[in-house]
């Protein structure tokens, strides 16, 4: 299959795997990418700019494929060293970065200059229009389904990816919900050029996670998922246990006064205990409605092979048989 976006990553299939904190290490990017879609590498995870270049370096030796850095500008006060995480990308020679959070203006120019590719993560269409009029190359548009976060406006992807196609000129992948071939034709039918997925890839065999998390997803339907954080605007889509519902007390209770502080216990730091040691009610950790529709843990190549093959099928079989009638 080819479209805009595995023509711009050289990639045999239009699959990204989203970067994810304490999973998207080179394990997954490297099997992502070897079977053909782009896998990506989370900045953030690695401490410093050196272990990143470390990270990089041990996925390019089980890969000879194409694959990309995560990098999430968060909204703290002390930031991290973009500067010599982006250092690191280009010295490692990376040539696809998926950007998320704050406005990734700044950090452009040097990508760009280095022939990187860059591919920002939007939640609504006001802000992929800005990732577009700034120069990014692609959009990965979240919607409301998404693990993680999904922003604000709660538009989920039946609207937002049709009114990102009515506006956009660069190619956008969907993102959020995304889980097998069915969904990777509605979101080329919805204007896409692939579909970018994230809780789908935890579940496979060389997601470098404890398998307490790859059960847990698979034992969840899609009434399993909570937002948290609303009350900070810093909206979190998570799988329920008894942090969170702890968690959710608190915001019930404490209302407009909910500080950042009153919820640390569980969602600072908690990722290394639950996605190393499986200590599943560790805290708060993102998770997608899309879990309803993950059933078991194939390998990567299984998982994405299959997508083609649905995907296909669905189009040449059931589509075009619709067409015929
Ligand atoms: C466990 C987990 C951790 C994530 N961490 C990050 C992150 O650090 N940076 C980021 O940009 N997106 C992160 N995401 C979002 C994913 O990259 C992707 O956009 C999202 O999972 C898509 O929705 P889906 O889970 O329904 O496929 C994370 C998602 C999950 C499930």
Redo the contacts with the bound molecule.
Sequence with gaps: MKTRITELFGIQHPIIQ????F?GFAELAAAVSNAGGLGII?G?TQKTPELLAKEIARCREMTDKPFGV?L?FLPTVTSPDYPGYIKAIIEGGVKAV?T??NNPQKWLPVLKEHGIKVIH?CTSVRHSLKAEAIGCDAV?V?GF????HPGEDDVPNFILLPRAAEELKIPFVA????ADGRSLVAALALGAEGM?????F?ATKEAPVHDNVKQAIVAASELDTRLVMRPLRNTERVLRNAAVDVLLAKERELGANLKFEDIIEQVAGVYPKIMLEGTMDAGA??????AGLIHDVPTCKELIDRIMVEAETIIQQRLAGFAKR
């Design positions: 989203g970067g994810m904190h999973v989370t953030l995560n999430t998926e998320a959070g993560k990965s979240d389904e998404c693990g993680g993102s959020g919900g995304m970018n997925m994230g809780t789908r935890i950790w993102s998770c997608g409605m899309v």
